[in-house]
């Protein structure tokens, strides 16, 4: 069973905008920091934001900063990634992360949980 499920990706125009959500399973009390990475073919994976796990820490890229916001649904077991001003550079798969740790966290090998990405087109 994928711990971690991402859905809301898609093609978007340029300037638009996305949310991505999250949905946690299983056990859910180990994902305590979330994340958010995306990753294009031919390059490393990168971070774009993290949140911990209460909601009061957030944790952006410089990229993502302004544009997206991460947030979280503990009751639900949810986070998302509202997406704002999208450009073709922000094309990517995006994925879902979690740790065991309460803050944010930017390095992906230190986050235990992946899902298995959700495609973001921007078209220009």
């Known amino acids: 069973q994928v711990p971690l499920v991402e859905s809301g990706g898609g093609l978007v125009q340029a300037g638009g905008s996305l949310r991505l959500s999250c949905a946690a399973s299983g056990r859910t009390y180990n994902y305590r920091g979330m994340g958010w990475f995306r990753q294009v073919p031919g390059k490393e994976r990168e971070f774009v934001a993290a949140i911990s796990w209460s909601g009061d820490n957030t944790d952006y890229a410089e990229s993502a900063k302004g544009r997206f916001t991460i947030s979280r649904d503990n009751a639900k077991n949810m986070v998302y990634l509202q997406m704002t001003s999208l450009n073709p550079e922000d094309t990517a798969v995006y994925y879902c992360?979690?740790?065991?740790?309460?803050?944010?966290?930017?390095?992906?090998?230190?986050?235990?949980?992946w899902g298995r990405g959700a495609l973001v087109t921007v078209s220009s």
């Open positions: 992360a979690a740790h065991r740790d309460i803050g944010v966290l930017r390095i992906a090998r230190e986050y235990n949980y």
